[in-house]
């Protein structure tokens, strides 16, 4: 059952898709006061799980959360927010029930940080909407939060493959290469992206000639070797005379404005720029239309970044620093005053008084940004989802992007941002999983390898051994670290060999996903979801249930030859080298320790259970589906969904085939 409950006047988010029941009466559980205040005591044993992307574990008991989006590459612990606001939570304890705090502004999650045993959620101002969601479980009440929040986008099956980036491929030449050492290597590969060296000086919608002189060709070239090209589309816009989009944007009144009515000005990649008004309707069709001058060159698919919106500084704020700094820095600066400086300088990036200082035209009303800021980026992809609807409305575009909002989740997926090549990040992506597949965003994975910092070859290959079963399976790297594609390590051979047991699951997690996205489901859940009245299934933070049949384990531990597991039920370990190279072990109920080979994949089935298995290839445009044999408990079988992978509503041409298993 849900309720909605009103407090003051809130600003239409656009969350939710369907009427909840107004309820009149004092909301439940929290106590409240005038100030957007909402405070509940925790029993011991309550945990509170979502939040959606964000830092620390699955529960998320012991700090201080902040929904606010932020271009923020530093994911640790003493972080308090991340690219996405995703304002879903359950308690589960003495009490069960869901709350969304649909407030677009910037909200606090005090989830026993001030106290430890209480939960304090404040919203900056009393203008929300607080849905209140009970039923028989956490399973059931995610789905009926996720039908109140409408259903999840469906990406094309390709985005399933495996895709290469990396910020720094300067050229085509670069992209070629790329292509040609998979193949050499006959490591499958889907995808290729293009990151904001593509553009000429970092105009969106722009390809820079000199360096990508025929970007239709290379992406048709690439195309009959499967391989898809998706650019990257930044939110800014570089002022600079005789550039359409800008011009467009100025005359148009589609740029956001600053308090005198001006055109506001933030400096990004492009330099100085207009940030396009997402929230205002005709902004966004109008930013949407120009997807076509890449969708005409033959792209399906692209990433929306800096969306939060990232500002790397104002020019008054920068005018102020200096004219600061040239005080400080006039002296002979002593200590107080070089920490000063720095921390000017560096408070420069995302300083959140510039929030305050621009204006969205909503429906003729101007609205602060900073009263609807996590709105920015859900919007954008918005923008480019409505519009490709109509631009190529035969097919799904690949869409994700890194700053979003529930309901965001219905224009893309998000991809977990700028982690770094730390082992700590392989757990770090795994515990956002459910909490976003909560929040509705089902298409979702990390930069595989890591982004920031240098990679290391073990690193590399437990990382697959996880990524290989997020939907969204990129490796991606910051200009300037190591390289990481695959040809470049020494046991390209095994890594090669992950990418190949990912194409041979691709059916089954595109299945699985699809049964997700269309009963409002989760792909990844925590053990506690399913196996609710098990104790030790409330404490684990790092395995995950993957669809119905499917319990994840990683290795996220440098030189670990193994490692602990608990099994809520007799489940089938698998361990793999290879895809058609394998063993199974059926072990009982209880914690296990589980020795594992830095080549070797291990995963288990649960009780009863069998997946479905194809002959790898090297593109999912190759993959045939009567290749499959099922591997899991003898006598089982398993329902495949599959479809055309590609036109807009699955629903209408879903086949369904039940595979038996054989004798293996
Ligand atoms: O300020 O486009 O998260 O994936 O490679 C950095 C360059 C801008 C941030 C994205 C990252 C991308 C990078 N971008």
Redesign the pocket.
């Known amino acids: 059952m849900i309720k909605k409950y009103i407090f003051g006047n809130p600003f239409p988010t656009h969350a939710t898709v369907e009427n909840a029941e107004i309820c009149n009466h004092k909301l439940p559980y929290f106590k409240t006061d005038e100030n957007g205040n909402f405070t509940l005591n925790l029993d011991e044993n309550d945990i509170v799980y979502g939040l959606g992307e964000q830092i620390r574990g699955i529960n998320k008991r012991g700090w201080k959360y902040v929904s606010w989006c932020s271009?923020n590459?530093d994911h640790h612990e003493d972080t308090h927010s991340l690219y996405g606001a995703h304002n879903f939570i359950i308690v589960s304890g003495k009490e069960l029930f869901g709350a969304f705090f649909d407030y677009p502004g910037r909200l606090t999650f005090d989830i026993g940080y001030t106290k430890i045993n209480e939960m304090s959620v404040h919203a900056e101002r009393n203008n929300l909407a607080v849905y209140i969601i009970t039923g028989e479980n956490e399973k059931d009440i995610t789905k009926q939060f996720r039908r109140l929040i409408g259903r999840s986008y469906i990406p094309p099956m390709w985005a399933f493959g495996y895709g290469q980036?990396?910020?720094g491929y300067q050229n085509e030449q670069d992209i070629r290469i790329v292509a040609e050492k998979y193949k050499e290597r006959e490591i499958p590969l889907d995808s290729i992206y293009l990151?904001?060296d593509y553009m000429e000086r970092y105009k969106d919608f722009t390809v820079d000639k000199n360096r990508f002189p025929d970007l239709e060709k290379l992406t048709a070239d690439m195309k009959t070797q499967g391989i898809h090209l998706v650019p990257?589309i930044?939110a800014g816009i570089k002022i600079e005379e005789g550039y359409d989009v800008y011009e467009e944007g100025v005359k148009n009144n589609y740029f956001c404005k600053n308090e005198n009515m001006e055109d506001f000005v933030g400096a990004?990649?492009p330099g100085r720029v207009h940030f396009p008004d997402f929230l205002n309707s005709d902004a966004r069709e109008w930013f949407g239309g120009k997807y076509s001058a890449l969708t005409e060159l033959g792209i399906d698919g692209f990433?929306n970044?800096?969306n939060e919106p990232?500002i790397?500084y104002t020019d008054d704020r920068l005018a102020d620093t200096l004219k600061k700094n040239d005080s400080l820095t006039s002296k002979n600066m002593g200590i107080d005053e070089y920490f000063i400086f720095t921390g000017m300088v560096a408070g420069l990036n995302g300083n959140v008084g510039d929030y305050d200082k621009f204006y969205h035209n909503v429906d003729g009303q101007m609205i602060k940004h900073s009263e609807v800021h996590n709105l920015y980026g859900m919007n954008m992809t918005r923008s480019a989802f409505e519009a490709l609807q109509k631009i190529q409305p035969e097919k799904r575009t690949l869409f994700f992007s890194?700053a979003s909002y529930i309901g965001a989740h219905r224009y893309g997926g998000v991809?977990q941002?700028?982690n770094k090549s730390w082992w700590s990040h392989i757990l770090q992506s795994m515990q956002q999983l459910p909490a976003l597949n909560m929040a509705g965003f089902l298409f979702t994975g990390a930069?595989t390898g890591g982004?920031g910092c240098d990679t290391t070859e073990d690193l590399m290959l437990r990382w697959l051994q996880y990524s290989l079963f997020t939907p969204l399976f990129r490796n991606?790297?910051?200009?300037g670290t190591r390289e990481q594609e695959l040809y470049h390590f020494s046991t390209v051979e095994a890594m090669g060999e992950m990418i190949k047991i990912r194409y041979s699951l691709i059916p089954y997690l595109y299945s699985e996903f699809l049964k997700a996205a269309l009963n409002d489901e989760m792909l990844f859940r925590p053990l506690s979801f399913d196996f609710a009245n098990d104790e030790d299934s409330r404490n684990i933070e790092d395995q995950l249930l993957l669809g119905n049949e499917l319990m994840i384990t990683p290795i996220y531990k440098q030189n670990a030859n193994g490692r602990y597991v608990y099994l809520p039920e007799e489940m089938m370990l698998v361990r793999m080298k290879k895809h058609d190279d394998f063993k199974t072990e059926i072990l009982p109920k209880g914690h296990h320790y589980i020795p594992c080979k830095l080549n070797e994949l291990i995963f288990f089935i649960r009780k009863d259970k069998a997946i479905a298995m194809c002959t790898p290839v090297d593109c999912t445009e190759k993959i045939d589906i009567g290749t499959a044999k099922l591997l899991g408990y003898q006598g089982s079988t398993y329902t495949l969904y599959k479809d055309d992978g590609i036109s807009h509503d699955p629903k209408g041409s879903l086949e369904i085939s039940v595979l038996k298993t054989v004798d293996i």
């Open positions: 271009d590459p980036s990396r910020w990151d904001i990257i930044d990004v990649w990433w970044d800096m990232a790397f890194r991809w941002g700028d930069d982004f991606h790297a910051a200009a």
